[in-house]
C-alpha cells in the first residue's frame, strides 16, 4: 500500500492521506502537485508533503486523480517554514498553502454544466430563466456557472440550475482546467525559398506594385541586418509605421513566415553600473559596522535618519552576497515603493532584480515564483511586498527589511495573520542568512531588541551630504480659527509657504490620512448623519463620484439631496480627506497643477508608478495623499510638507496611537528638503503642546520610546507582554453576547495572566456581522507554546458547543 500525505488549499489545519501506484509511489517526490477528488465531487490541487505506506484509519484513503509536476515546485525549506507560521498564528496549514501559492498553480475544478442527450424537452413547461439557460446549451456544448452568471444576469443561479437538474434536463460534471498560460510572441521572418539572390529578385517583382508591403520587407532587411536577433512583429510594425494587417497580407503570400516564442511576462531590461558606488563616512562607518555585527548576530537594526543614505548601504551590503553566489529578499511596506526601488537596483545590478506583489497579474506572479524556483540570474535578487517572502528561495544569503516599522507587515485578513518581518528572520534564520532591518523610526519592539543586545545595532545620526534636518514649524488651529486667519483647512502661514515654494518652483506634498471628502455627511435642522446599512459606520463623502461610501463593505449610496430623517435641505460635511484638500487647493491656487495619491486614485497596477513618475518628473506642483507617501519615498525638488491635521492620527483606541503618530509624523516630514537646500515642515494641530507632537518637533525619537516603554510596562503590552486578540463575529448578536461570555470565563479560569474582554470594539458589526473581541495578554516569563495551546484546547471545546458552531473565532497572534 503506497500513500502519499498532502496539503489541500482550505482553512482545514489536519492533512489528508490519498492512495497512489507503486510508480506513482516512486515518482512522486515532496513539494509537487496532486489533483485529489474532495467531498462528494469537488477535486483541489494539494500539495505533498510527505510519501509513506501508513494506512489512515479513520476513512478509507481515496486515489489522486494525476500528478501536475515532473519536479517539486515548493521546497523544504518552505514546506517546514509554514508549518512554523501555521503552528506560531494558531492557523490552518492549508490557510498558508492558499496564501503562499500563486492562485494560477492552485487548480479547482469548474463546475461544467451539460445538456442530456437524446432527451425531448417540454420547452413550455421552463420559466424564463431556464429556458435562457436550456437554449444557450443547444448553441453549446457546455457551460461553465460563470457564464451562466452572465447569461442571466444575477448571482443566484444555483436555483435555477438545481430546477434544470431535478427536470433530468441537465448533468454535471467536474473539470480541471490549468490557468497558468505562458505568453507567446509573435515573430516574423522571410520565407527560406527567397533566401537566395534570384529568390530575392523574385520578390522584389512580386513587390513591384504593392508599395506599402515592399516598405514593409525592406525595414525587415534594415532591422535583420542591424538587430542580429529575431524580429517581433510589432518591433517590424513600430518602425515601418505600418499596420498588422499588411504583416497579415504578407504571411498570407507565403513572402513571410510567423512563428511563435515563449517569453517571460516580467522582463526588466537595464545595465549593471560600471564602476563603485562611493559610500560618505558616515554610510562607509555603518557598513563596516553592520558587517562587524553579523559575525555574531543573525538580525541586525540600521537606526538611519530620513535621507540618511539607508539603501545606499543595502546596495553595498547586497553586491557582497551576489559576489558569493547568494539570492537576496528585498521586503517593502508598499507597493508604491517599488517603482523607485526597482529603478535604482536595476541601474545597479541590471537586469538580476525581480518583483513580486499582488498588484502582479497571476501569470506574471508563476513566472517570477519559477525564476527563483530555479535560482535564475534574473530573480537573486527579489524585491516585494510581504507576500515575497513565501517564494521558494534555494540559497537565501541575505534580507533586507525597510521601514521595518510600518504596519502593513503585519497582514490582518484573511488567515495566515503573519507578521512579515518576524516570519522573514525565521525564514533566514532556516537558510543560515542575515537580516537587516532598517527604518529611521524603528518600532519599539526591534528598538528594545536591539537595545537588549538580541539584535544588532547601527546608528546613523545625519543625513546624507551633511543636509540638515527640516525645520518644523507648529501651526496652532484653534488660534488660527479664533483670528478668522484660516482659508478653508489652510492656515495662513500654510498658504504663505506654498505660494513662496511654488514661486521658486519647487514642489510641495501635503499629507492628511483620511481619503474621500468628507467622513460626515451631517442634516443641520436634526443632526441625521446617514450610515452603512450593513455597518456601524457613517458613510464617507467622495464628491469625485457624487456618492457615499462605505470604506468597510464598499455599500455605496448617491449623494441625498435632503435629510433622510426630516427631508430638510440642510445638509453639511464635517471633517475633511484627500479629495476636499485637492478641490481647495485648485480654488486657493488655481494655476497650480495638483495631484492626489491614495487608494481612489492608485487603482490598478500602474497606478502608483503613474503619479509618483509624473511628480518625479515636476508634471504637478503639488501632491495631496494619504500614509503612502511617508513611506521611503525620494523626491530631491520637496522642500515643504504640510501635515494637514496631526490631531486625527493621535486619538485612537490603540495602544500604538501614539508610536505610529510618532512615525508617521517623522516619516513624513523626511520627505521635505532631501537636497541641498533646508526643508520646512508646517504641522497644523489644535494640540501644539501634545508630547507626541513636541517630540516630533525636536526630533527626540528617544524621549517618544523611554515614555512609550514606560506606558508599556504598567499597562502590560508588548515587548513585556506577547498579545493573543480573538474576534468573534456572528449575526445573532444575543448569541455572540452570550458566546463571548463563555469563552471568556472559561480562558480567566485557565491562563493565569490578564484576559480582557468580551469587549465591543469602537466599530461592533460590519457586513451584518455583529463584533466582539477578547484579548489575553502573555507575560515575557511565560510558554508562549504551552499558551497557545491551552488557547487552542479551549476553542475548539467552544466549537463543540452545538449553540456557538456558528460564531466565527479568528485569531490574532502578536497583535498589532
Not at 492533512?15 to 483541489?44: C, D, H, N, Q, W
Not at 498570407?252 to 513566415?257: A, G, L, T, W
Not at 558606488?277 to 557598513?287: D, G, I, P, R
Not at 537594526?301 to 529578499?329: D, F, P, R
Request: hydrophobic fraction near 40%; include cysteine; glycine fraction near 4%.
Amino acid at each position: 500500500m503506497y500513500f502519499v500525505e498532502v496539503i489541500l488549499p482550505l482553512s482545514l489545519a489536519k492533512t489528508f492521506t490519498y492512495r497512489v501506484s507503486e510508480a506513482e509511489f516512486l515518482f512522486i517526490k515532496k513539494g509537487m502537485r496532486v489533483t485529489v477528488p474532495f467531498g462528494k465531487s469537488k477535486i483541489y490541487t494539494a500539495l505533498v508533503i510527505e510519501i509513506h505506506n501508513n494506512k489512515p484509519t479513520l476513512y478509507e484513503a481515496k486515489e489522486i486523480h494525476q500528478i501536475l509536476d515532473n519536479t517539486p515546485i515548493v521546497t523544504e525549506f518552505q514546506i517546514n517554514h509554514w508549518i512554523w507560521i501555521a503552528d506560531y498564528y494558531m492557523c490552518a496549514l492549508g490557510d498558508v498553502y492558499r496564501g503562499a501559492v500563486p492562485s494560477a498553480l492552485l487548480l479547482e475544478s469548474e463546475t461544467v454544466i451539460t445538456k442530456k442527450n437524446d432527451l425531448f424537452v417540454d420547452e413550455s413547461l421552463l420559466s424564463d430563466d431556464e429556458y435562457l439557460v436550456y437554449e444557450a446549451l443547444q448553441k453549446q456544448s457546455s457551460l461553465k456557472v460563470q457564464d451562466i452568471i452572465s447569461i442571466l444576469n444575477r448571482k443566484s443561479i444555483f436555483p435555477v440550475i438545481q430546477k434544470l437538474i431535478d427536470k433530468n434536463i441537465l448533468v454535471l460534471q467536474e473539470e480541471i482546467q490549468e490557468s497558468y498560460k505562458p505568453k507567446l510572441v509573435r515573430y516574423v521572418r522571410l520565407h527560406p525559398k527567397y533566401n537566395t539572390n534570384d529568390g530575392l529578385k523574385e520578390l522584389l517583382e512580386i513587390l513591384k506594385s504593392a508599395n506599402k508591403q515592399k516598405e514593409v520587407v525592406l525595414n525587415y532587411f534594415q532591422l535583420s541586418a542591424t538587430e542580429k536577433k529575431p524580429i517581433t512583429v510589432k518591433k517590424l510594425v513600430e518602425t515601418a509605421q505600418s499596420s498588422p494587417a499588411i504583416v497579415k497580407a504578407l504571411v498570407e503570400k507565403e513572402i513571410f513566415e510567423e512563428y511563435f516564442l515563449q517569453e517571460d511576462r516580467i522582463n526588466f531590461s537595464g545595465n549593471g553600473r560600471d564602476g563603485e558606488l562611493e559610500l560618505s563616512a558616515n554610510q562607509q562607518f555603518a557598513f563596516e559596522s553592520i558587517k562587524e555585527n553579523f559575525k555574531e548576530k543573525a538580525v541586525c537594526l540600521l537606526h538611519g535618519i530620513t535621507s540618511s543614505g539607508k539603501t545606499e548601504i543595502y546596495i553595498k551590503l547586497i553586491e557582497e552576497y551576489l559576489a558569493i553566489g547568494k539570492q537576496v529578499l528585498y521586503l517593502l511596506p508598499e507597493i508604491a515603493l517599488t517603482a523607485q526601488l526597482v529603478s535604482r537596483l536595476r541601474a545597479h545590478f541590471g537586469n538580476k532584480v525581480a518583483v513580486f506583489h499582488s498588484k502582479y497579474s497571476n501569470n506574471e506572479r508563476v513566472e517570477v515564483w519559477n525564476q527563483v524556483l530555479l535560482n535564475a540570474e534574473k530573480a537573486q535578487i527579489v524585491i516585494g511586498a510581504r507576500s515575497a517572502l513565501f517564494l521558494p528561495f534555494n540559497d537565501l544569503g541575505f534580507v533586507v527589511i525597510d521601514e521595518e516599522h510600518e504596519q502593513t507587515f503585519k497582514q490582518s485578513d484573511p488567515a495566515p495573520r503573519y507578521h512579515a518581518r518576524d516570519a522573514a528572520i525565521v525564514l533566514a534564520n532556516a537558510h543560515q542568512a542575515k537580516v537587516l532591518l532598517g527604518s529611521a523610526t524603528p518600532s519599539i519592539e526591534t528598538y528594545y531588541n536591539a537595545i537588549s543586545g538580541k539584535f544588532g545595532f547601527v546608528e546613523i545620526l545625519k543625513r546624507f551630504g551633511n543636509v540638515s534636518l527640516p525645520e518644523i514649524e507648529l501651526v496652532d488651529l484653534k488660534d488660527k480659527y479664533f483670528r478668522k486667519k484660516m482659508n478653508g483647512h489652510f492656515s495662513d502661514v500654510l498658504i504663505d509657504e506654498i505660494t513662496t515654494a511654488l514661486s521658486l518652483e519647487e514642489q510641495v506634498i501635503l499629507f492628511q490620512n483620511r481619503r474621500g471628502y468628507s467622513p460626515i455627511i451631517e442634516c443641520i435642522t436634526c443632526g441625521h448623519v446617514p450610515h452603512c446599512q450593513s455597518c456601524d459606520v457613517s458613510l464617507t463623502y467622495h464628491k469625485h463620484k457624487n456618492q457615499l461610501r462605505c470604506h468597510y463593505c464598499g455599500y455605496s449610496i448617491a449623494n441625498p439631496t435632503h435629510c433622510h430623517a426630516c427631508h430638510s435641505v440642510d445638509l453639511t460635511t464635517k471633517g475633511l480627506g484627500t479629495e476636499q484638500i485637492e478641490q481647495e487647493l485648485l480654488s486657493i491656487f488655481p494655476s497650480a497643477k495638483i495631484g492626489r495619491m491614495d487608494q481612489d486614485t492608485t487603482r490598478g497596477k500602474f497606478g502608483f508608478e503613474r503619479i509618483i513618475d509624473s511628480f518625479k518628473n515636476r508634471e504637478l506642483d503639488i501632491l495631496v495623499g494619504t500614509q503612502m507617501l511617508a513611506k521611503g519615498l525620494d523626491f530631491d525638488n520637496v522642500n515643504l510638507v504640510g501635515i494637514m491635521n496631526a490631531d486625527t492620527m493621535l486619538y485612537h483606541p490603540d495602544f500604538r496611537a501614539f508610536e505610529r503618530s510618532f512615525q508617521m509624523m517623522t516619516q513624513v516630514a523626511g520627505r521635505s528638503g532631501r537636497s541641498e537646500k533646508k526643508g520646512k515642515v508646517i504641522i497644523q494641530t489644535y494640540n501644539p503642546n501634545h508630547n507626541t507632537i513636541q517630540q516630533v518637533t525636536n526630533n527626540d525619537y528617544i524621549g517618544m520610546y523611554k515614555e512609550q516603554l514606560y506606558d508599556r510596562q504598567i499597562y502590560k503590552y508588548p515587548p513585556y507582554f506577547r498579545i493573543v486578540k480573538l474576534t468573534l463575529k456572528q449575526r445573532d448578536f444575543d448569541k455572540l453576547k452570550e458566546g463571548a461570555m463563555w469563552l471568556y470565563q472559561v480562558l480567566s479560569q485557565n491562563l493565569v495572566m490578564p484576559v480582557l474582554g468580551p469587549e465591543e470594539p469602537a466599530i461592533s458589526r460590519i457586513r451584518n456581522e455583529y463584533i466582539r473581541t477578547i484579548i489575553i495578554k502573555i507575560p515575557q516569563n511565560t510558554s508562549i507554546v504551552s499558551t497557545k495551546k491551552t488557547i487552542q484546547k479551549i476553542l475548539n471545546s467552544f466549537e463543540a458547543v452545538s449553540k456557538y458552531r456558528a460564531i466565527k473565532v479568528t485569531v490574532n497572534v502578536d497583535f498589532y
